[in-house]
């Protein structure tokens, strides 16, 4: 659990960051993206949320979306 309130600003702002993602790619519902990528459902409504997600699950948003690591988090500067 993060406790760290800049912490948990961060990563509230990369949930963020991944809905606008998925808004531009044409997704205006998140179980839509999930099932169409094969996602799990609720596993990809927390990441939006910022409440919970792995490095491994960042990584394969970022897949889909074609965008490496550094390209993302740029946008968060």
């Known amino acids: 659990m993060i406790t760290?309130?800049?912490h948990v600003k961060t990563v509230a702002r990369v949930g963020?960051?991944?809905?606008?993602?998925?808004i531009k790619a044409g997704?205006?519902?998140?179980d839509l993206f999930a099932?169409?990528?094969?996602?799990p459902r609720v596993q990809y409504w927390r990441m939006e949320k910022g409440t919970n997600f792995t490095?491994?699950?960042l990584l394969r948003i970022l897949?889909?979306?074609k965008l490496t690591l550094p390209e993302f988090f740029?946008?968060?500067m």
């Not at 099932?35 to 996602?39: A, I, T, V």
């Open 63 to 65: 897949d889909i979306h």
């Open 27 to 30: 997704y205006p519902k998140h």
């Open 4 to 6: 760290n309130p800049e």
């Open 16 to 22: 963020e960051e991944l809905k606008k993602l998925r």
């Open 35 to 39: 099932f169409k990528n094969g996602l």
């Open 55 to 57: 490095f491994k699950g």
């Open 74 to 76: 740029s946008k968060l």
